[in-house]
């Protein structure tokens, strides 16, 4: 049984040097990830809550998505 962590908020970060810039990781987030004219992703910089389960959902499916494993999501925790 998994424990539901709702607090804090989260980032996506991408290695530009993996990243082909395909823009798959905006089909499959496209409210945390635009394209720019060649592809390459550009990702939102504000911080987004964890409680936004669609946003972290679709984020997930971006890092899973990434055909070279360029995504990976950022934790970011609240201040205390
Ligand atoms: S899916 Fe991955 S490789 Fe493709 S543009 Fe996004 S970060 Fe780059």
Redesign the pocket.
Known sequence: MGVIRRGGSFVLK?NPIL???????HELAPDLVDIDEW???IIKKEPTPTGNVQALQSARYAVR????Q??RIERIADQP
């Open positions: 991408v990243c082909d810039g395909f823009g798959h990781c592809g390459y992703p998505g990434c055909p070279r360029a995504l």
